[in-house]
């Protein structure tokens, strides 16, 4: 990491105490950074507002690994050399702002990650679970139930990406690791959410564009999201949530759904070539099904937790096409991970994940990515968390002439995490 984006995590933090403002204030309708924001998914619909005049919080995430992973492949294509070292610390900052009652504004910026070292915003949005500042009361009744969001932000296709690693903020992610069909992405737009007794409903609509311009505007048409589910506490030890998601464009100069992460993956350099560096091949040990002019996927997620023990499950499937191609393609993926928290205030826990993806790949191949992973994490803190992941990924049906060809990778990972 550059020492300048140190410096400025820092100052902004310095200089926004200075102005009055307390960022260790809780903000209402808002998901904690630290271990308390484990196995929350959408930002809680608080009861009782606290708000008392705008609040500034500032908070921010740095995360440093250790890797020592190997490669291997059939050779038709020659492999980067890695070795066992430390990759690039990467550091997010946060400003959450109450700005009237019910209403917050998120935003992100990546200080320091794998495709750029240097600092650049991920993206903001406004959240709104109260309409006072329209009148007092206006629609009192139907906004205890209601949320909106609208900004540039990243789209709640699924439940997966509330546990995703992004970028520094890896206190939320039991694992080192994403998904290797990765679904996240960062688009302008406004999602509507309702909530009651449980029930969890959400309609959305975004221009569907990852780099927003007005150029070209035949290109691109409105992609569509939504969610439909439950969540509820069953008793004192039984949790239980069932999601069913969507998102679909059939019209795009670009579909990123699973090429958006512009922060990178965390396998550094893992079944690269030669002339591979971490900045340019960010995406390394990922798939993404090239499905880049119009795609339908759908992503259900079961979610259980009975005391220390959980279960997380994704499955999904994904079809669309690319220019030039008349007839769809298909992807599926399915993973399960079971996380075991035990210890004083469940400071300690073993996990284990299992991955796979299937795919008609771009090349005409059906190929098949298989990964397993197996680890455990001890929060010295709230705000800081250690990690250790071993991880196996294996790829089939890949054509002679593919790097991936008859390749695999596996090795050990070490990750450490603040965040606040």
Do not use: C, W
């Not at 140190?6 to 309708?29: C, E, H, P």
């Not at 038709?76 to 946060?94: H, K, S, W």
């Not at 750029?116 to 009744?141: A, C, M, R, T």
């Not at 010295?380 to 049906?397: C, F, M, R, S, W």
Request: charged share 20%; aromatic share 12%.
């Amino acid at each position: 990491m550059k020492k300048y984006t140190k410096f400025g995590l820092l100052a902004t933090a310095f200089l926004v105490s200075l102005s009055g403002f307390s960022q260790n204030r809780q903000l209402d309708n808002f998901r904690n950074p630290d271990k308390t924001g484990i196995n929350v998914f959408e930002a809680p619909k608080d009861s009782v507002s606290t708000f008392d005049g705008i609040k500034v919080r500032v908070g921010g995430s740095s995360t440093l690994q250790f890797q020592a992973i190997d490669h291997e492949n059939s050779g038709a294509v020659e492999l980067i050399e890695i070795g066992d070292n430390f990759n690039l610390a990467t550091a997010n900052l946060d400003l959450d702002v109450a700005l009237a009652k019910g209403v917050r504004m998120h935003l992100r910026t990546y200080l320091s990650s794998r495709h750029h070292p240097e600092p650049y915003v991920k993206g903001g949005y406004l959240q709104v679970d109260n309409l006072d500042f329209i009148s007092p009361g206006f629609l009192e009744n139907t906004m205890k139930y209601l949320t909106i969001k609208v900004g540039h932000m990243e789209n709640n296709y699924g439940d997966a990406h509330f546990r995703r690693t992004d970028n520094a903020q890896a206190m939320h992610n039991p694992f080192v690791g994403n998904l290797i069909m990765d679904a996240f992405t960062t688009e302008v737009g406004g999602e509507v959410y309702f909530r009651k007794n449980g029930f969890i409903g959400m309609f959305g609509l975004s221009n569907g564009k990852l780099n927003q311009a007005v150029t070209n505007p035949e290109t691109t048409g409105a992609s569509i999201l939504a969610k439909l589910g439950y969540d509820g506490q069953i008793n004192e030890d039984l949790r239980l949530r069932l999601t069913g998601s969507m998102y679909s464009t059939n019209k795009s100069g670009r579909v990123y759904l699973y090429s958006a992460d512009r922060a990178g993956s965390r396998y550094y350099l893992v079944m690269e070539d030669t002339e591979a560096s971490a900045t340019s091949n960010f995406r390394s040990g990922r798939y993404n099904p090239g499905f880049n002019n119009e795609i339908t996927a759908f992503m259900i997620n079961p979610f259980v937790k009975y005391k220390g023990l959980e279960f997380f499950g994704t499955i999904e499937t994904a079809s669309g096409r690319s220019n030039g191609e008349t007839e769809d393609r298909k992807a599926t993926q399915l993973a399960g991970e079971l996380i075991y928290r035990f210890g004083n205030n469940e400071n300690f826990y073993l996990a284990t994940r299992y991955n796979t993806v299937t795919s008609d790949d771009p090349s005409g191949s059906e190929v098949t990515i298989d990964r397993f992973q197996l680890g455990g994490g001890v929060f010295l803190t709230k705000n800081i968390l250690a990690k250790i992941e071993y991880v196996n990924q294996q790829y089939d049906g890949f054509d002679t002439t593919s790097i991936f060809n008859e390749g695999q990778f596996k090795g050990l990972l070490l990750e450490a995490v603040i965040s606040f």
